[in-house]
């Protein structure tokens, strides 16, 4: 395979190619005339990509998470890359699956299996979507989309050709076994059909012992080479295991094979299944076809690709706009729904809106462009919105939504632009502040910003750019505008009575001779579009004649009014009227999926009005499901939802799923569908998720009695928690997090009212837990110390685990918070309880010892260094032992401090300000913060240095340069990547004008800057600019041993950053023969340098090099007292996962259970590193049990994640790239000693980890340079 030597961009990438497993993506990437470098990821997409060239075409290759395997998963991972990458035209799924040989079809194993719709279906079935009857027989409900025609046309192409000629998949595949044995085909005796009766002897692992009689004879084919075969496939969420039920199906829908994937993608990734065939879905599966099926559905991809002409794929070329606007095209969507396909009318305020929101050019007098929306609830503010981003979308370069109803979830709308857009910014200011610096067009939609005493402009990016559109039902708003604003009244009557004709269904050749009704209708309603849509779909669901529909209204106004005369204005009154229509139809009916939508509207209520994804019911009733006792050694397992609990979730008939009755979440789909018709919710069929429309929400909260909104809001409760409950410190629950937000809305005094206060407290605990993990403060702190007082105040005993659990809960949540007198005053309970023992407090001691550390560290270093010290005598740490050779940077912190303290003090009384000595001054104060804590104030007077006017610091001063270089240091070590990418781009520029190629600090500014791009995931840029750094200093006369292992180090972490493994390896086996020379053979470089080597070896495929490398250095961890846990148990980790690639997970297994003991006597049984260890132990547990296709959940090898590390101790779940790998030389003096990089690539430490210093990782090189 070539590698090709131009660049590329997302737009070149016209093919998608989805596998379910590794396996196949190893096939595929076989399959590859070229490989492309990595592209950066976009935000949010938590795919892994592959790219390379077939033929004349540029393909995506993607696999589903490890584990991940099913519907939902491949419609998560296609989602995404429709996302990132949106020329795409040709989708493909390809892998493995099971087959269904009958009368009809000959199929053996290693066969292929294509897609083809035969009339009745698309190609593809979900056989697990629809009821069973009577008999067993089985009624599908729903159908899939098919393949787009030129695929179909593609395929015809390809079974006329195979009928006179050979198939050019049978040369790929042959050449590509001869290159790589391992996907050589088992012998044909292998492929054994047993009768559909015989089920495979218990207990046994092959069917050595099976009947021979019951073995179905078949002819030998006068070949080996695969047949393709075409037709229907059958897909579901289960593995399929059961020869009886294969055949069930495959009679009744014509079936010819069975997988797991192709539902969840045929409707939004429309694509053609493409399968080969590795066993017969019967109780003698097993996996010995499983790698040939895989190149042979691959191979025959690749030809069918060469058989599609270029011009087919071409991206269409943007509509043509008005020249008086810039056409920018669209990269940052963040919208969260479609408009409805029933919006009618609104011409003139669209005409309105396009010129003075759109952006224009040659504007001599640019200004924000801000238009005002007021209307009140229902005329349509929010679908006006909608609909122009929509109609616009392509002029603006970014189109962000707000939901401004309460303060949080505007937070959240920020935070989720800056996520979205790969911003580091985390709060409304600092999103605020970015958007203001964008050179590009961009629009921000305020939507129901309602509220009469919140000052909206706080939300207005600061300066002249972009465009803002807000909906307000405060006409007071309207002053908020700079370009224009409009009320929104009712529809014109024509328009009215077009949008109930389309609600209703009714025929447009009718429409004029009903169109008298019709304007009765709509004059009743007031010309209200959401009125008009509701009253539409009363009617066009049968419950009463569009002529019938005024006398109805009437009945149902004159009832409503007597209880409700508080309703506002006449608008809002159609609206209730119309809604209670429709919910009449809900509580009248005996259907059961009216019974359904009753309860889930009710439970929609309580949440968010936007974005409620259908996964937070799925997650609750799987976890209420599968839920078993906690672990013993959980501290907060007494805070585990109770029985009770879950049952209440259990009970609610709309979230029932998986059982006999209802399988795969019927009844839930039913509720939607049914509130989707009746006009009461939209549904984003992209993100699965339900939006109520706001003044339903608002009516179904002012509807509910206290008692049932009560009730209701606790059910809410424990399906957030049930839902959330295994997601801490996971990117899982960020997707739930708005919701758990919006639920914590309501007044605290009515958290505890006619319920269970335990149970309450319960619910609550792991909400704010997670939360706390995502940062979401003030909000988790607040809610901590309502549910610790709640629990302080009776609900529990005195000094119970239960409450130490919740004090240290609320502890850290005010830590985090940064009131660290009062996280002072709680830990400091805990940490005095622990050592006069109490048993509820001793499982707590360290981990308030470490926060106690974190508190004294924003308070003061000097109590923080006491601390520190008594947990690093207490655990007898590498770098205690060896402090004489490497001193701890806070050793002399104090002191240092304070003389340069004093120093300053004396300048400030004899010296100017902006004196040179005082600069230098300031600036070794920060060298002292940088090795403690306070980066904070480190940054900004750094930031002041590098302000400095030029005339009084010039560019080329040291102290500038030496300023700036610690600055970008300091953004790297918090993750702003973009800024510290930029200063050191600033500062090569112009130490390249006056400094030599050798010189010291040009050359640690280069590496520090290839360093940045390879975190930025530019891996190009990196290998560029680092493989000069190594380069030069091999020549250089001044340049140390150490930086040039350093540079090397660096250089293969961006080889594998780019996929170029060998590259990598090679480096790592030159800087391990150095560490052979110069290292003792348990120094923690020289392990760490090994333990690197090891990951290429599994990055280039050789597993069983890298097993038995790590068996030596897990050897040496094992009997030397110098090699500390944290590499001891990374290179555990990596054993593990290096016998998972050879399929030994019972060896796996076992290295697995080491790793996690020693964890367990070393960090908090919280500890995200542990959690995932965990895991790892129960999917590893589940491979050795030998569950067919379920691979355990080890992060694969693949060029965009690079050279994997395991978790070790640095990370919360995430893949490693290689990381530098030693700790810092020995500083020498007058020089900057760098900051050490966190062990993972983008993200924070986990929250247990104590403030340090530095940062400690088991693998840090760093670069010495003198500035």
Known sequence: MEESPRSFIRADYTVGWICALPIELSAARRMLDEKHPDLPKKAGDENHYCLGRIGCHNIVLACLPAGGIGNNSAATVAKDMMRSYKSLKVNLLVGVAAGAPGESNDIRLGDIIVSKP???????????????????????????????????????????????????????????????????????????????????????????????????????????????????????????????????????????????????????????????????????????????????????????????????????????????????????????????????????????????????????????????????????????????????????????????????????????????????????????????????????????????????????????????????????????????????????????????????????????????????????????????????????????????????????????????????????????????????????????????????????????????????????????????????????????????????????????????????????????????????????????????YRPVHEWLRRRMDQAHYQETWLDAGSILALATQEKRSNKGFSKHLLQVEAYFSRPRNNFFASHSKIDAIRAFYWLVWNLKERQAFPVAGSLARVIFEAARDGAFAPDCSELMALQFLYGSCLQEDGDNDSAVSLLTQMFEKGKAGLPAAQPYLRQAEKQLARCHGNKGFDKAIRVFKEIVDSQKTQSHAQQGEHPAPQDGYHQLVKAVDEFLKVQKSTLPQKHINQRAAKTELIKADMDGTRLEKAAKLLGKIIETPTDVLLPEHPDRQESQFLLAKIHGTRRELGRSAKLLEDLVQAQRTKLSADDPSRLATEHELGTTYTDKGRYKKAIELLAEVVKREKTSPVAQPSDRVISQHELARAYSGAGQYDKAAKLLERITKIDEETLSFDHPDRLASRIALAQAYRGIGKPRISIDLLRKIAEICKSSAQVDDETHVTALQELALAYSDEEQHKEALDVMKKAIKIQKATLPPRHPALLQSRRWLKQLEFAVAGDAKQEPTMPPTSPSNSIISPIGYGGVGATHQIKSAKKSPKPEPNKVQSLQRPATPATPPPPYTPIQPAKKTPQARTKTGSH
């Open 118 to 692: 035969d009339g009745t279906h698309g190609g593809v079935v979900q056989y697990d979507f629809g009821k069973r009857l009577e008999g067993g027989r089985f009624q599908r409900t729903g159908s899939l989309d098919k393949p787009p025609r030129f695929l179909l046309q593609a395929i015809a192409v390809i079974q006329a050709t195979h009928e006179g000629e050979k198939p050019k998949f049978h040369e790929f595949i042959s050449k590509t076994t001869a290159a790589y044995p391992n996907f050589t085909p088992p012998s044909r005796e292998s492929d054994i059909l047993f009768k559909t009766t015989y089920s495979h002897k218990e207990g046994e692992k092959t069917c050595i012992k099976c009947d021979p009689q019951c073995i179905v004879p078949r002819e030998a084919r006068p070949d080996d080479s695969p047949l393709v075969h075409y037709g229907n496939i059958a897909s579901g969420n289960q593995v399929i295991r059961d020869a009886p039920f294969r055949d069930s199906i495959a009679k009744e829908e014509k079936i010819i094979c069975f997988e797991m994937e192709a539902a969840g993608s045929m409707d939004n990734f429309r694509c053609l299944v493409i399968r080969g065939i590795c066993d017969y879905a019967d109780s003698h599966k097993n996996k010995h076809w499983q790698k040939y099926a895989a190149v042979a559905a691959a191979a025959f991809a690749k030809e069918l690709l060469l058989t599609i002409p270029e011009e087919e794929v071409q991206v269409a070329r943007p509509e043509k706009i008005a020249p008086a606007v810039e056409a920018t095209g669209n990269e940052h969507w963040l919208v969260p729904r479609a408009a409805s396909d029933l919006f009618t009318g609104r011409k003139c305020t669209m005409e309105k809106l396009e010129q003075c929101v759109l952006p224009a050019t040659g504007n001599k007098n640019p200004k924000q462009r801000r238009f005002v929306l007021v209307g009140t609830g229902g005329m349509g503010k929010s679908e006006v919105c909608l609909k122009f981003a929509e109609r616009c979308r392509n002029r603006f370069w970014g189109v962000f939504w707000i939901d401004a109803s309460f303060e949080e979830s505007a937070k959240r709308g920020f935070i989720d632009i800056a996520e979205h857009c790969g911003v580091s910014a985390k709060s409304i200011e600092g999103v605020r502040s970015w958007l203001s610096s964008v050179e590009r067009s961009w629009l921000l939609i305020l939507d129901n910003a309602d509220d009469a005493e919140v000052d909206y402009s706080k939300y207005f990016p600061p300066g002249k750019a972009g465009s803002v559109l807000v909906a307000t039902r405060e006409p007071n708003y309207s002053f908020l505008n700079t370009v224009g604003w409009e009320k929104l009244e009712g529809l014109d009557k024509g328009d009215a009575e077009e949008l109930l004709f389309k609600a209703t269904g009714i025929q447009q050749d009718n429409w004029q001779e009903r169109r008298g009704a019709a304007e009765r209708v709509v004059k009743t309603l007031g010309f209200c579009p959401l009125a008009i849509v509701q009253a539409g779909a009363y009617i066009r669901g049968g419950y009463c004649a569009l002529e019938q529909f005024p006398e109805e209204y009437s009945r149902c106004s004159q009832k409503l009014m007597r209880p409700r005369p508080e309703t506002r204005e006449a608008s809002e009154a159609n609206l209730c009227t119309t809604f209670e229509l429709c919910a009449k139809t809900l509580e009248t009916s005996d259907k059961p999926e009216a019974a359904y939508a009753r309860d889930l509207l009710h439970m929609l209520a309580l949440l968010h009005s936007e974005d409620v994804a259908e996964t937070v019911f799925e997650e609750a009733w799987r976890y209420s499901q599968t839920r078993r006792s906690p672990p013993s050694d959980e501290l907060d397992r007494g805070l585990y939802l109770s029985t009770s609990q879950v049952s209440r979730v259990q009970s609610l008939t709309f979230i029932k799923q998986g059982s006999p009755v209802n399988p795969n979440g019927v009844p839930l789909r039913q509720a939607r569908n049914l509130l989707v018709s009746l006009r009461f919710v939209a549904f984003d069929d992209r993100k699965c998720a339900i939006s109520v």
